[in-house]
């Protein structure tokens, strides 16, 4: 082990920014085209963090991990943190920007923030070492990013009490993620008002068309980017480019998220498969009124879903 970097316990904060649904884009953009937005997308976060002063721990697929507070640490480390998380949202509006231009797919990022006490310092063997942080709240932060919708940021119960003072939260959500007995708090991010007031751009979901449908679809739900068995069918009440109001038989909890299934009567050749997120759910007489937003944007089966909308809208 590096003897300038000994293994030392400290607090932190991690930020994970990951794509949303950059695995299924994939499947339908060339390797180099991807190779080419995944290099532009992490050049843009790593010059963020660098520029806040954070620490770049690792490139994770289509992730990055960047950690606030070592080697050295400093007051207002969480601060930097919390402006850096909504520079990246911001630099992602200019990203999108060049990849339209380019006729590319556009990108959305989620984050997520989470503070506390870590170990850093580095890890392996002569062969191999590495400087990194360990700890619930790195674990917590990888937990929490699953979560975060597009364009979303989202705080650990520790981020948000300790930055309290200096931030603005939206929506606050209780979840039961992996690995915890109990729920876990997550505090949706709107602004930070230090050392500058740094508004959270946001992804207005409802400002696209929408239809009024009326027609069943397969959902499965998706844990921990498996896909479970179980199938249920719910009624699809309204469409957009961006997300669906669907009455489901069970109620799903806010930030969940699930397979949906389109059968060749919708209207289209073959079937087609969407991933989406839970907004929101309520009950009514048809069972769930279920509110979701696609996490796959710009793939075949999305693109597919927007020729549908203009075709009932416009005949076009």
Not at 120 to 132: K, M, P, Q, W
Not at 189 to 205: F, G, N, W
Request: with cysteine.
């Amino acid at each position: 082990m590096h003897k300038s970097h000994p293994v030392v316990g400290t607090q932190a904060t991690i930020l994970i920014a990951d794509l949303r649904g950059f695995s299924t884009l994939m499947d339908s953009v060339a390797p180099m085209v991807m190779v080419d937005l995944l290099n532009r997308f992490f050049g843009l976060m790593a010059s963020i963090v660098d520029r806040h002063g954070g620490l770049i721990d690792k490139l994770m697929g289509d992730a990055i991990m960047a950690v606030f507070g070592v080697p050295t640490r400093r007051p207002d480390d969480l601060i930097r943190a919390l402006n850096c998380a909504v520079e990246m949202q911001l630099g992602m509006i200019d990203l999108n920007r060049q990849n339209e231009a380019n006729g590319e797919p556009r990108l959305y990022a989620g984050i997520a923030l989470s503070t506390g006490d870590v170990m850093a310092g580095c890890f392996g063997s002569d062969v191999h070492n590495e400087y990194t942080v360990i700890g619930n709240p790195v674990n917590l932060a990888s937990r929490i990013e699953g979560y975060a919708l597009r364009g979303q940021i989202l705080l650990s119960e520790a981020t948000f009490r300790a930055a309290a003072h200096a931030i603005q939260v939206g929506s606050v959500n209780e979840v039961q993620v992996k690995g915890r007995s109990t729920p876990v708090m997550l505090y949706e991010l709107k602004a930070v008002r230090e050392p500058r007031l740094l508004r959270v751009p946001t992804i207005e979901i409802r400002k696209t068309p929408r239809i009024l449908v009326d027609f069943p679809a397969v959902f499965q739900r998706v844990d921990d980017k498996r896909i479970l068995p179980e199938r249920f069918v719910g009624q699809i009440n309204d469409m957009g480019y961006f997300g669906l109001c669907v009455d489901l038989p069970i109620a799903l909890p806010p930030y969940s998220e699930v397979l949906m299934s389109l059968a060749p009567e919708f209207g289209l050749e073959g079937p087609l498969e969407v991933y989406a997120r839970v907004l929101r759910s309520s009950p009514n007489k048809n069972g769930f009124r279920t509110n979701l937003q696609f996490t796959t944007i710009d793939t075949p089966g999305h693109r597919k879903i927007k020729q549908y909308v203009d075709h009932v809208l416009w005949g076009s």
